[in-house]
């Protein structure tokens, strides 16, 4: 049974960079057609899929959050990350870790993930 926990700070302050990270246990993030993703939802708002790291490293983001996003991984430790630059008060959000199997992804709807860790909620504020 796979498991996924977020951690990281749970404020940050404006223009400062977001860094979180998954742990999985239960399977490997090289397991071949998996594929680990980062989802987020700000206060009153619906999911917002942000990027994916496949089992092969390749990673996809979506395009709003391109130029602010860089999603890596440590296979020796089993986790991935997220980093988000820039931050604004608009990134505040309950941050989600993911796991999708069976296939490649470039980028994922909630219905595409089996896996899910628990949330962390995530403040930009001075």
């Known amino acids: 049974q796979v498991q996924l926990q977020e951690s990281g700070p749970g404020l940050v302050k404006p223009s400062q960079t977001l860094s979180l990270t998954c742990t999985v246990s239960?399977?490997?993030?090289?397991?071949?057609?998996?594929?680990w993703s980062w989802i987020r939802q700000p206060p009153g708002k619906g999911l917002e899929w942000m990027g994916v790291?496949?089992?092969?490293?390749?990673?996809y983001y979506s395009p709003s959050l391109k130029s602010r996003s860089s999603i890596s991984r440590d296979t020796s430790k089993n986790q991935f990350s997220l980093q988000l630059s820039s931050v604004t008060p608009e990134d505040t959000a309950v941050y989600y870790c993911?796991?999708?199997?069976?296939?490649?992804?470039?980028?994922?709807?909630?219905?595409?993930?089996?896996?899910w860790g628990q949330g962390t909620q995530v403040t930009v504020s001075s």
């Open positions: 790291i496949n089992y092969d490293g390749s990673t």
């Open positions: 993911a796991r999708c199997s069976g296939g490649y992804y470039y980028t994922a709807w909630p219905s595409d993930f089996d896996s």
């Open positions: 239960g399977d490997s993030l090289t397991t071949t057609y998996t594929a």
